[in-house]
């Protein structure tokens, strides 16, 4: 009843709001052709298969934002665009990141991607969608399911895949934002800024791109009265450089990411004394990329090149201070990769071969003593890879195989097999597709060695040197429909509807999970946690998703369910049975107006029986955002986040009790562009 009452008063908001009363009087004519042209502009895609595709000739399912969409979710970092996307659950850790699941696995199993290459933490842990830029995205790409064959070990649960612009112009856009967090405002330091500046420049044959992206978060605080603040402030600095040139017929790519992040929460004051203690997090990371290929895609076609080849060169330092004020620790991360692939692609076969060598290592001290806590552990890997696309205008048949031999864990494989079909026509587009396929992953260096003493936060975590790899055995089906009706009317011009079933069920053995030690947490009187293997657990669920557009309308609604269970039947934990993202949106392109509610539901997350009894497994927030080009060059956006204020219970975690509700506060942003 909640959920229907909450969903009322969203869509009574948007009704209300001021897209209602745009101006439609722009010619018709007009408006209708640029309305068919967005509408049967397609996709082109590179995840499913590791070459670029339209959409609809890939072989594996694809989710797809693109930049319009990402340009209204957000003008920050990656985990609002992110919480858009159907099935995919975003959560905020205790360190105050924000972290995915999808289709049961948490965010150690998913790979996340730039340009295809990896952006994983260096450990192999799970990546902060904190920390990763939306600035200069073309579109993003979701693959559910197994992707070890194509993408390794971290790839069990599936790949997110963020496609960043080649710059062809000389060009220049700034942007700023200030935002505000309602009620629950941090005295003293109550406004947020977000400022951007992206840039491309061509000189002479060298095509160069600069992003920078600085991020003030001030945190909020519920009760105002204690020490302790529900979510601490933060600033971070983004600085992405880019720099090509063609060589016929190759092209060389330098780049350097540069990341600082700087997080501070108080959380206690040190009895009898005028001082408190914080949890602080203090990150540096550099990040050296370079890049040689052949001509990879013939734009006019639609498809590869007959042949074509890449090398990828990685280097990743990173340096990070964390814990409670009084007792920090020094970790420093180095990872060096080198990859290469080479595709052959004829009328109706394409090969894709290729191989991954990589090193990584991990030191951490603790500086008030100077005792060493890991001492320069590290772990070394070879992997190769051959995908095989066998294509038919009505049907097409992806088989793969991966190997990798570990330092540490010794030799893996993988093997996957997918097909789709057209069963349509071109009135009405049905495409079935489905997969099997194994997964692997090896413990990464966190999990086996990591340290994370947050006793200030409540908890500890410690490695598990004796962790065993993980395996799994997962299928997807996806049946998905697409039809054009054009409907002539005073009110209506044409609509588009699509809808898609997915179905996916994976069974695996040596499952990494957090197990909380209830013996240590007693005598320690903290949540003392370990990672330990499951011997078997078996994740399974159904996403389904309907999209209506018409003309300058468009609405989706999606639901998702996941049964996640270990062998003797008990629940994975923080994992929710049900999930419904639904949202409204506008778009005008005449007028340059683009408008999106949008609303997540979660309902009936498992929990951990170090809490006494639950106060509230579900909860909904609702996001609306607004974006206006004044000119061509000009343009401004306004933003609510969580609109109706839910959040939990400050006092649950005091109290032993579960509230699933997120850490969040409703939010105000208004912001403005020019481009140059």
Do not use: C
């Amino acid at each position: 009843m909640r959920l229907l009452n909450t969903i009322s008063q969203a869509i009574a908001l948007a009704l209300a709001s001021p897209i209602v009363l745009a101006a439609t009087d722009a010619d018709s004519d007009t408006q209708k052709d640029a309305q068919e042209e967005y509408q049967h502009t397609e996709h082109i895609v590179v995840s499913g298969t590791r070459t670029p595709k339209l959409l609809s000739d890939s072989p594996v399912s694809v989710q797809v934002i693109d930049a319009k969409t990402i340009d209204v979710l957000t003008t920050g970092t990656l985990a609002q665009a992110l919480n858009y996307i159907q099935g995919v659950v975003v959560t905020r850790s205790v360190k105050d990141g924000y972290n995915i699941q999808m289709q049961g696995f948490d965010g150690d199993h998913v790979l996340v991607l730039v340009n295809s290459r990896p952006v994983v933490s260096p450990t192999g842990s799970s990546t902060d969608l904190d920390q990763i830029s939306t600035n200069d995205i073309v579109q993003i790409e979701v693959v559910r399911g197994a992707a070890s064959v194509m993408y390794g070990s971290s790839a069990m649960g599936g790949v997110i895949n963020i496609i960043t612009k080649t710059p062809d112009e000389n060009s220049a856009k700034i942007s700023y934002e200030l935002a505000h967090f309602d009620d629950n405002a941090i005295s003293g330091d109550e406004y947020g800024h977000t400022a951007k500046l992206s840039t491309s420049i061509i000189t002479g044959e060298w095509a160069n791109s600069l992003n920078i992206l600085y991020i003030d978060n001030p945190g909020f605080d519920y009760d105002k009265t204690t020490v302790n603040q529900d979510a601490g402030g933060n600033e971070k600095s983004f600085v992405n450089f880019s720099s090509s040139k063609e060589f016929e017929p190759l092209t060389l790519t330098l780049a350097y990411q540069y990341l600082e992040e700087d997080k501070s929460r108080a959380t206690s004051q040190i009895p009898g004394q005028d001082k408190y203690i914080s949890y602080l997090s203090e990150v540096e990371q550099h990040q050296f990329d370079i890049n040689l290929a052949s001509a990879i895609f013939d734009k006019a076609q639609h498809k590869t090149a007959q042949t074509s080849w890449q090398l990828n060169g990685r280097y990743i330092n990173h340096e990070e201070t964390s814990g409670q004020s009084n007792s920090l620790r020094d970790t420093e991360i180095e990872l060096i990769e080198l990859d290469g692939q080479h595709v052959w692609s004829g009328s109706s076969l394409e090969v894709v071969a290729g191989g991954v060598a990589h090193v990584d290592t991990l030191n951490q001290i603790k500086p008030s003593s100077g005792s060493v806590e890991i001492d320069d552990e590290s772990r070394q890997s070879v992997e190769a890879y051959l995908q095989s696309n066998w294509i038919d205008k009505d049907y097409q048949i992806l088989a793969g195989l991966r190997a990798q031999h570990d330092s540490d864990f010794g030799e893996h494989s993988a093997i996957r097999i997918s097909g789709m079909m057209n069963l349509g026509n071109k009135e009405n587009r049905v495409q079935w597709r489905t997969g099997l396929g194994q997964g692997y992953r090896v413990p990464n260096l966190k999990e086996r060695f990591y340290v994370f003493d947050h006793s200030n936060l409540g908890y500890k975590v410690y490695g598990n040197e004796d962790l065993k790899p993980e395996e799994s055995l997962s299928f997807n089906s996806t049946l998905s429909y697409e039809t054009l009706v054009f409907e002539q009317s005073s009110w209506l011009s044409s609509a588009e509807l699509s809808a898609e079933i997915n179905l996916h069920y994976t069974q695996t053995e040596n499952f990494i999970e957090t197990v909380i030690d209830a013996e240590k947490s007693a005598e320690e009187g903290l949540e003392i946690s370990t990672y330990e293997n499951i011997s078997e657990a078996t994740l399974q669920g159904v996403d389904v998703s309907t999209e209506l557009r018409f003309d300058n309308w468009y609405g989706q609604l999606n639901y998702s369910y996941l049964d996640a269970r270990d062998e003797n039947g008990q629940r994975l934990e923080e994992r929710p049975y049900h999930q419904v993202k639904a949202n409204l949106g506008y778009s005008n392109l005449n007028q340059d107006i683009d408008a999106l509610l949008y609303l997540v539901y979660q309902a009936n997350e498992s929990y951990s029986n170090s809490f006494t009894q639950s106060i509230d497994n579900e909860w909904v927030t609702v996001n609306f955002s607004f974006t206006h080009g004044i000119t061509d060059n000009l343009s401004w956006r306004f933003g609510i986040e969580n609109i109706f204020d839910e959040h939990s219970s400050p006092v649950a975690d005091q109290e032993q009790l579960f509230d699933a509700r997120e850490v969040s506060s409703r939010r105000f942003s208004l912001g403005a562009s020019y481009k140059f």
